[in-house]
């Protein structure tokens, strides 16, 4: 075995010790322990696939409620948390001591008590029994311990605050006092009922995310990820800088199946970091570029990590709003770290690696992207319209017809496949690498693209719900990994069913085990993280927070969105990015929408949701604790922490959208027509580009100081051209509240006015903030204003709220008896805010002329 061969299985060691440590326990037990744990971890995962099928209700057996399942679900997590994660650094990782064993057993019984004694608990609702108390009390201590073996002191300690904040209450200082929590009803609060612990994250945990886990882990096993990896080198590695561009869309394609940044990093950065070191990029640049691109995986829909399922229960929007606002931003994203690849790559002078392709002219290039581009296109629409056509007509067996062509589709696509030679797991450390040829790489593997087909037709076209979606595209993936060698090999003539069969088997087993095993960390930290939320619940101390963090910002929402930002990036490098965001959306984003009313800005929930999840997501990247930047080292040989710093460098641009989005909500696609979003993506994805030119000092050539100034000051103007244009023209006119009937006769039906409002808020404190009201149907301002359900009287000046009807929109608006209108604003007729837009382009073609201006005459134009 050469010194090379060595040096590589040490590091491949290496990453898979550190994964464990972080996702799937360190600890490897042999003999009965270790085959204990690898079974328990399968049957979790059939036990997940089981609840989520409709086959309970068929057989009528198995049924369980959410309750229940979320029960057994902490049951499995905590008892394979104590057995796969040593208590100590020095703990033994080759078998499971005695004392663990008792742990582990203790904690399962603790969650799965729920369960097993559901009926009786179910008679006592708020009054715990002695037993009931020491069994959730045990339960608790027992899941801190697991937490802080699985996840690090940081979560547990965090926890471990709130639950001593909830007990010691009447002996908090100042603001923070509250009357205190009894024993018995802590218990009671975090364990026996869904508030705390088994609240709402560990029921998204039960009932979604563990199911696109698996189904993510299976896709790796059957080989996607090494197909993902080497389509996008055989479409990006020849050009200048290419393997760092192919490791952006490798983790961007990778990211769509998993959502552990340090998963990514290990899968696609052992390839792809020595293949960008090859081509000129330094080590810590090439550490960098990979955390980058496996960081944003996290923020790209359909996964998210566990994000996008818990702001389905958070904000109260249908997964499907969800997809929607989340994957403009992470596109752009995405396509402003290409770029900012393709500088650094400029900057240095670096080349690609040497193409198999055919040479073939632009022209043709061009021809057959477009061709291909509308064959697709066609056939989605007919697929579509197709299916909608034929889904009445075939009636009850619509299902087994369409399941019928899906498989008729899939053995094609293997046929296809199969005529081109199998993809196989290249060394990118030997001497000589040539990129694979882009034809025969896609068509090897198009039947990898199905499971991922069929899970977004079941989200967005069927409607169906997460788990179910899931559920049915894990189940096409079980067939694919079972069917596809013995398919492959029959049509190419080599078939030995028995050995194709059981290496099937052998990769589902392997799929079911890894999902499993992935999910420990995630269970866990569902789990610990209700008990923050049921401890802000119990307490009230989300008030408090919304106080003393409005007296830090000093009522200004920009102070008060970096304060968020910050908080988040500090619990981040301690907190896994699910648990971040579940804990930061509980305590703050509530506070950042009642401070925007409060400052005239209307802020939707899910802008505030995103922007905690993506500083949550950046904690991964940034210094000094960023584990993503010291996976990526470790494969690079690079320092640690350069490599974290230059990846947060590169991350600017993931650190703006959020600000961004917060004051132009139009990128998240809130209330935007099709045209309009397509401009909109089309304008954004310039301005992304532009500030990253601005940040890293390049574009046709090294840019000057003022050039990054005024290349900042373009990509702002174009991602916020109302700044400006409410300094030209105020957007609203001030209308006496008396006139509110007036008011709403003059504007357009579907515009909205804003109102300011004075009241008290829920705990009777005097309170001033601003609602934007949409204006309803309705001949007249007044018909119009009793569709609103206000009904208003005046007391001389004083317009007060005299009665609100039930049910009606201002009801849900947040309106209220004995309210004051005390100012209402009107839209007035203006320039559109996007002509802000022509100035920006003007001075940007200015920026050109000059650097074109300095370009040496024979230097290549890359802008």
């Known amino acids: 075995m050469s010194e090379q061969t060595t040096k590589r299985d040490n590091l491949s060691s290496e990453l898979e010790e550190l994964v464990a440590t972080s996702d799937t326990g360190a600890r490897k037990p042999k003999g009965f322990p270790g085959k204990l744990i690898v079974s328990v971890a399968a049957a979790w995962s059939l036990f997940q696939l089981w609840i989520a099928s409709p086959l309970p209700f068929i057989v009528g057996f198995g049924v369980f409620n959410s309750t229940e399942a979320r029960s057994i679900h902490l049951a499995f997590a905590v008892f394979l948390g104590f057995l796969s994660f040593p208590a100590l650094k020095h703990s033994p990782r080759d078998r499971v001591p005695i004392p663990d064993w008792i742990l582990a057993f203790a904690a399962s019984f603790c969650a799965a008590y729920i369960y097993i004694f559901y009926t009786q608990l179910s008679t006592r609702p708020g009054n715990p029994t002695t037993i009931d108390v020491v069994v959730a009390l045990i339960g608790l201590v027992l899941l801190l311990e697991a937490t802080r073996r699985a996840l690090g002191p940081p979560l547990m300690i965090v926890a471990l605050v709130f639950i001593v904040y909830s007990v010691g209450g009447p002996y908090m200082p100042g603001i923070l006092a509250h009357r205190g929590v009894s024993v018995d009803a802590l218990a009671n609060h975090q364990w026996l009922t869904t508030q705390g ?162 040479p073939r002219p632009l022209v043709r290039k061009m021809i057959g992207f477009l061709t291909g581009l509308i064959l697709l296109m066609a056939l989605s629409f007919a697929v579509y319209y197709g299916l909608g056509w034929l889904k009445p007509l075939l009636g009850e067996s619509a299902g087994w017809v369409i399941g019928a062509a899906l498989l008729v589709v899939y053995i094609g696509l293997l046929k296809v496949g199969s005529q081109y030679p199998e993809l196989e797991l290249d060394d990118p450390n030997s001497p000589v690498v040539k990129l694979p040829q882009t034809r025969p790489t896609v068509m090897s593997g198009l039947h990898f693209i199905l499971p991922v087909i069929v899970l977004v037709w079941c989200l967005m076209v069927e409607r169906l719900s997460p788990g179910l979606s899931a559920f049915w595209a894990t189940v096409l993936m079980i067939v694919i990994i079972l069917t596809q060698r013995p398919l492959i090999a029959m049509f190419r003539g080599q078939s030995k069913l028995a050995n194709d069969l059981h290496h099937g088997l052998d990769d589902l087993w392997q799929g079911l085990v890894s999902g499993a095993r992935n999910m420990i960390g995630i269970g866990i930290a569902t789990a610990t993280a209700g008990i923050i939320v049921g401890a802000v619940a119990q307490t009230g101390v989300g008030l408090v927070l919304a106080d003393l963090v409005e007296i830090m910002s000093m009522g200004n929402l920009m102070l008060m969105l970096m304060l968020t930002a910050v908080l988040s990036l ?59 930047s010291f996976a990526a080292a470790a494969v690079s040989n690079g320092d640690p922490i350069r490599t974290g710093f230059q990846a947060f460098y590169y991350s600017l641009r993931t650190a703006a959208l959020p600000f961004l989005f917060i004051f132009n909500t139009d990128l998240l696609l809130i209330d935007v027509g099709l045209w309009k979003g397509l401009l909109i993506f089309v304008v954004a994805t310039v301005a992304m580009l532009i500030f990253a030119a601005g940040t890293q000092g390049f574009m046709i050539v090294r840019n000057r100081w003022y050039e990054n100034i005024l290349l900042l000051l373009v990509a702002f103007t174009l991602f916020r051209p109302g700044f400006w244009m409410d300094i030209v023209h105020d957007p609203y006119q001030s209308i006496p509240p008396a006139e509110i009937a007036q008011a709403l006769n003059r504007v357009d039906e579907g515009s909205n006015l804003r109102m300011q409002i004075e009241g008290l808020d829920d705990i009777g404190t005097p309170r001033q903030f601003y609602l934007l009201v949409p204006v309803p149907d309705g001949e007249t301002g007044q018909e119009r204003l009793d569709e609103l359900g206000l009904t208003l009287i005046q007391d001389g000046d004083r317009t007060i709220v005299d009665m609100v009807t039930y049910g009606s929109l201002a009801a849900d608006l947040g309106f209220d008896f004995d309210q004051e209108i005390t100012e209402i604003l009107a839209p007035v007729d203006r320039v559109a805010k996007e002509w802000m837009w022509i100035p920006a382009l003007v001075l940007f073609m200015l920026i050109i002329g000059l650097q074109w201006r300095r370009r040496q005459p024979d230097q290549p134009v890359h802008a």
């Open 570 to 628: 500090i619990l981040g490098m301690g907190l896994p990015t699910t648990a971040n965001y579940i804990v930061v959306s509980a305590l703050l984003a509530p506070v950042i929408v009642t401070l925007g009313q409060q400052n005239g800005l209307i802020v939707p929930l899910i802008a505030v949701h995103l922007f905690v999840f993506y500083f949550g997501i950046m904690a991964d990247v940034t210094p000094p604790v960023g584990l993503a």
């Open 197 to 358: 612990v088994f609240g709402i994250a560990l029921g998204v945990s039960t009932s979604f995310v563990f199911l696109f886990v698996l189904f993510g882990a299976l896709l790796d096993k059957a080989g996607a990820g090494n197909y993902f990896i080497k389509v996008a080198f055989s479409l990006l590695g020849h050009y200048k800088g290419g393997p760092a561009k192919a490791a952006v869309v490798a983790s961007a394609m990778t990211g769509l199946i998993s959502g552990s940044s340090i998963a990514n990093v290990v899968t696609t950065g052992t390839f792809t970091i020595p293949m960008m070191k090859r081509v000129g990029f330094s080590s810590e640049k090439a550490g960098a570029v990979e955390v980058a691109s496996s960081v944003n995986g996290q923020i790209m829909p359909p996964v998210m990590g566990a994000a996008a399922f818990l702001m389905v229960e958070y904000v109260g929007i249908s997964y499907v709003e969800v997809i929607k606002h989340a994957f403009l931003p992470a596109l752009i994203s995405y396509i402003a770290l290409v770029y900012i690849v393709h500088l650094e790559a400029m900057k240095a002078g670096m080349q690609g690696l040497e193409s198999s392709n055919p």
